[in-house]
């Protein structure tokens, strides 16, 4: 009999503990008081560390008195001696016993909700509550903390290049927007062409103050500030056209402007579990040497991820997405030291053709990437070809297997290139050489796919291969690595 009362004791106890909400439930706190501390009591805020933790605040977990019930938690903050009138308030949740505070974060908040001056010092208070999910238990407010925080002057979170020497000139609505660098503060950079001439840096695209200009008195390529009309307008000048690479600092007030010939990196290579972490070359754009292209049938292979490099066999500078475990649409690219982010593609979705186009282009970083679904004809076009120019009349290549494809026959001198679709109006999806009237070698050389239909800036490329000499010919390629080979028999 007294087995049998323990075993209903404990069923009983079971589905009492079960019946409770998880939403409710918790251990039971017991009389703990709530109490609020901070790593430190004085905070110079850092300018150059915007994200990094300038003061952590840490709560005890107060009592739920013994009704097992969860406890919400809300953090205050006000201006000392305020009494916490108009504080503000945050939802902690629950479960949640430390807060770390950024510089960016206690700046922007002393400044925009404090009204608290730039580069000044100020006391602000904090306290925690605690409100049980039971209402049967008290709610508890914790003594409040007093903290001494000196504020910063923020810098421009945008930047824009103006002047005559710029693509845009001097108009503000056409002035060319810098691109911040992802793990450094207060860092731009930009990536293009300059003609004589001179700019300036503003800020927004709805004035010309505040701007950047050259510090005339400074030694070396110094910003300036200017904030007035009174500050001198001393601009930077360009004496020789060319691609230019410039990179500002606004808070070290530093610039850099050099003459460059391309990107930073002349390969990059695909690497993951697809290669069994070998470095695979990809392939550079003919047209745009910041965009580096790779094609290939990616098979489930122990992970399916990857990632790209920078230099075969180097861990180093590699490109990552800015989030962990993303999928291949994610675009957003970074190559900052922190972590070790990868794309993943889930085994349902391999062994499938892939291709892919990485811009390297700094503070513009993409990666663009979709299954490929290979042409089921391709036709020859071109007054080297029995068709001509007359692209109804263009000339029809065999189809070897889903991605290779073949033709022999005759050629007279003169141009070829190849229509994927037969538009009419030109405008379709063509393979055309990599350089403009390119001389066939008779061993493997790079094609390059120009979607005028999906990328209308295309609409003017128009690039041949050259026949010089007439006679039988074999033409062979591939759809996915976009390669051709076109050799004389």
């Not at 790779?294 to 800015?322: C, R």
């Amino acid at each position: 009999m007294k087995k049998h009362i323990e075993t209903i004791l404990c069923l009983l106890l079971l589905f009492v503990v079960a019946s409770c909400s998880e939403d409710y439930m918790q251990l039971n706190k017991g009389e703990t008081a709530l109490a609020l501390s901070t790593d430190k009591s004085e905070v110079v805020l850092a300018i150059s560390s915007p994200s990094a933790a300038a003061l952590t605040l840490s709560w005890t977990s107060g009592t739920n008195s013994r009704t097992n019930c969860a406890i919400n938690y809300v953090l205050q903050i006000d201006k000392a001696g305020n009494n916490f009138a108009n504080a503000i308030s945050q939802e902690m949740g629950r479960n949640i016993y430390k807060l770390e505070c950024t510089n960016d974060y206690l700046n922007t908040l002393l400044l925009d909700t404090f009204d608290i001056a730039e580069n000044a010092t100020a006391q602000i208070e904090a306290r925690i509550i605690a409100i049980p999910a039971d209402k049967s238990a008290s709610e508890q407010t914790s003594e409040a903390v007093t903290l001494t925080i000196t504020t910063y002057k923020p810098v421009s979170k945008t930047l824009y290049i103006i002047g005559d020497a710029t693509p845009g000139g001097w108009s503000l609505d056409n002035a060319t927007k810098m691109n911040s660098i992802s793990d450094e503060a207060g860092g731009f950079v930009w990536n293009g062409d300059l003609s004589v001439g001179n700019y300036k840096f503003v800020t927004t695209k709805t004035g010309y103050l505040p701007s950047y200009n050259k510090d005339a008195g400074s030694t070396t390529d110094k910003l300036l500030l200017r904030e007035n009309d009174n500050d001198p307008d001393v601009q930077f000048s360009i004496t020789q056209s060319g691609t230019y690479r410039i990179t500002v600092n606004l808070i070290d007030l530093t610039i850099s402007a050099a003459l460059t010939n391309g990107p930073k990196y002349s390969n990059i290579y695909f690497v993951g579990s697809f290669t069994s972490w070998s470095f695979v070359k990809m392939r550079q754009d003919p047209t745009n040497s910041f965009v580096f292209r790779y094609g290939a049938v990616l098979n489930w292979n122990d992970g399916g991820e990857f990632k790209f490099g920078t230099a075969d066999g180097s861990w180093d500078n590699m490109y990552h997405p800015t989030i962990a475990n993303a999928p291949f649409t994610h675009t957003a690219v970074t190559q900052d030291k922190t972590g070790d982010n990868k794309w993943v593609i889930p085994q349902a979705s391999c062994g499938k053709a892939y291709k892919m186009a990485l811009n390297i282009t700094e503070g513009s970083e993409k990666l663009t990437m979709s299954v490929f679904e290979p042409w089921e004809t391709l036709y020859m076009v071109g007054d080297a070809t029995p068709g001509s120019w007359t692209i109804a009349d263009a000339t029809p290549m065999t189809k070897v297997d889903a991605y290779n494809f073949t033709w022999t026959g005759n050629l007279t001198a003169g141009a070829i290139k190849i229509t994927c679709d037969k538009q009419s109006d030109w405008n379709g999806v063509w393979f055309m050489s990599a350089t403009a009237d390119e001389t066939p070698t008779g061993s493997e050389q790079i094609m390059t796919l120009v979607d005028k239909i999906n990328d209308p800036s295309q609409g003017s490329v128009d690039r041949k291969w050259k026949i010089t000499e007439a006679g039988n010919y074999t033409i062979t390629g591939n759809q996915l690595t976009e390669t051709i080979t076109i050799k004389k028999n």
